[in-house]
């Protein structure tokens, strides 16, 4: 079963967000624009810019702003600058040509230093949702994006929950996860009807907050 496909992250996003039970695990979300970039890194100090439409970290870049220094990271490779302005002529140059969304920069748990998330797989069989994997995601070494295919490594979800965080909120984050999924699902198909699959990427911050990065309706 494959069903609808829906590229644009935006549009997935803005949906989740009227949804007061959701909107709390959505990192703030917005158009790339520079002053939208400029005012977000004064806010959160580190920001993920992404491709609206695109998967597996492609065009994927972290920027960040640390005691006036402006950093950008595309895959192993920091570009430094002491002004915004330098920065965005070069990062601009370094994206590829599409529109982009900027999204408010998460520190995740790690295992040995590495950042980990999660994808939740669902999918419609018969009329009824089911999950078909729950699994962790760790980063590469010296990498931020933990997709497979950038040399990122699969584990159990329940392995990576023990792994990265303290015991007693491991069965309770594994619960969270799932109930936000079943609740995105029932949003995500009321709007957008004759989806067969969906691909919840979640990332759980150093304090044990889940968050939702994006959804997928073609996850690998």
């Given at each position: 079963m ?14 989740l ?23 977000m ?5 580190m ?7 695109g ?39 370094v ?6 969304i ?11 230093g ?15 949702w ?14 931020f994006?933990?997709n ?30 799932r ?42």
């Amino acid at each position: 079963m494959t069903g609808r496909q829906l590229a644009n992250k935006w549009l997935k996003t803005e949906v989740l967000l009227q949804d007061s039970r959701i909107a709390a695990h959505i990192p703030q979300t917005k158009m790339y624009t520079a002053a939208n970039l400029e005012k977000m890194l004064q806010r959160f100090g580190m920001v993920v810019i992404k491709p609206i439409r695109g998967g597996g970290g492609y065009g994927v870049i972290r920027v960040k702003l640390s005691a006036g220094i402006y950093t950008f990271t595309n895959l192993q490779k920091n570009h430094i600058y002491r002004s915004y302005n330098l920065m965005i002529k070069a990062l601009n140059k370094v994206k590829v040509n599409r529109p982009y969304i900027i999204q408010q920069g998460i520190h995740l748990s790690t295992i040995g230093g590495r950042p980990l998330d999660y994808r939740v797989k669902v999918v419609k069989e018969n009329g009824v949702w089911e999950t078909r994997a729950v699994v962790g995601r760790l980063a590469r070494p010296g990498l931020f994006v933990t997709n497979l295919c950038k040399g990122g490594t699969m584990l159990q979800g329940r392995t990576a929950l023990q792994q990265s965080l303290p015991k007693h909120m491991v069965q309770k984050k594994r619960t969270e996860m799932r109930n936000l999924t079943r609740i995105c699902t029932g949003l995500l198909e009321n709007k957008f009807p004759g989806l067969g699959q969906l691909g919840f990427d979640y990332g759980i911050d150093r304090k044990g907050r889940v968050w939702i990065f994006e959804v997928n309706t073609r996850p690998q």
